[in-house]
T-cell receptor
Framework: DQQVKQNSPSLSVQEGRISILNCDYTNSMFDYFLWYKKYPAEGPTFLIS?????DKNEDGRFTVFLNKSAKHLSLHIVPSQPGDSAVYFC??????????FGKGTKLTVNP | DVKVTQSSRYLVKRTGEKVFLECVQD?????MFWYRQDPGLGLRLIYF???????EKGDIPEGYSVSREKKERFSLILESASTNQTSMYLCASSLSPGHPGGAGELFFGEGSRLTVL
């Protein structure tokens, strides 16, 4: 059973516009959420995180929103740049050191 | 900066061969992980270790074993490689949540692309 779901396998946006990547989770024990970015043939790199005690965390062009009642989080990238083109993974943790990952969303930012 | 180094970026092996994938981290992290990444399946946890000589099965441990004899090194072993183990293998390390200086995020290596023929 998938505990972390990224229902959109891909997303395409124009440079300068907003990219919104979505993630849903089912386990109410999750208390920490992370986003990772992955380029082809490289390891994932940590992007931004949010604790369950917050509903928003911002870092430059990247903002993560958490809606605990809906068990939903989203990553906003504004403005989107061609270098943001990558696969984005949502991950969650609760009660252990293990992270549970979603299947990823491939973002393409067109010039 | 945290450095997680995987010994081989690309390997080609034959069915039935024994395969070792090595991973070393230089930040004194307690936790180390092995994931595999496959298209459409995301990142799936194979094994993890929270201390030297300690290991726990992840979601897909079948066909794999691990070894952690030293804190900085975590090895993934395929005793008899099969074609369905062709994949990108990712090693990661982390501090435990609540440890000063860390929130438990994983730091990944560059990955090892294994092809089993």
């Amino acid at each position: 059973d998938q505990q972390v779901k990224q229902n959109s396998p891909s997303l395409s946006v124009q440079e300068g516009r907003i990219s919104i990547l979505n993630c849903d989770y089912t386990n109410s024990m999750f208390d920490y959420f992370l986003w990772y970015k992955k380029y082809p043939a490289e390891g994932p790199t940590f992007l931004i995180s949010i604790s369950s005690i917050k509903d928003k965390n911002e870092d430059g062009r990247f903002t993560v929103f958490l809606n605990k009642s809906a068990k939903h989080l989203s990553l906003h990238i504004v403005p989107s740049q061609p270098g943001d083109s990558a696969v984005y993974f949502c991950a969650a943790r609760g009660g252990s050191e293990k992270l549970v990952f979603g299947k990823g969303t491939k973002l393409t930012v067109n010039p | 900066d945290v450095k997680v180094t995987q010994s081989s970026r690309y390997l080609v092996k034959r069915t039935g061969e024994k395969v070792f994938l090595e991973c070393v981290q230089d930040m004194d992290h307690e936790n180390m992980f092995w994931y595999r990444q496959d298209p459409g399946l995301g990142l799936r946890l194979i094994y993890f270790s929270y201390d030297v000589k300690m290991k726990e099965k992840g979601d897909i441990p079948e066909g794999y074993s691990v070894s952690r004899e030293k804190k900085e090194r975590f090895s993934l072993i395929l005793e008899s490689a099969s074609t369905n183990q062709t994949s990108m293998y990712l090693c990661a390390s982390s501090l435990s949540p609540g440890h000063p200086g860390g929130a438990g995020e994983l730091f990944f290596g560059e990955g090892s692309r294994l092809t089993v023929l």
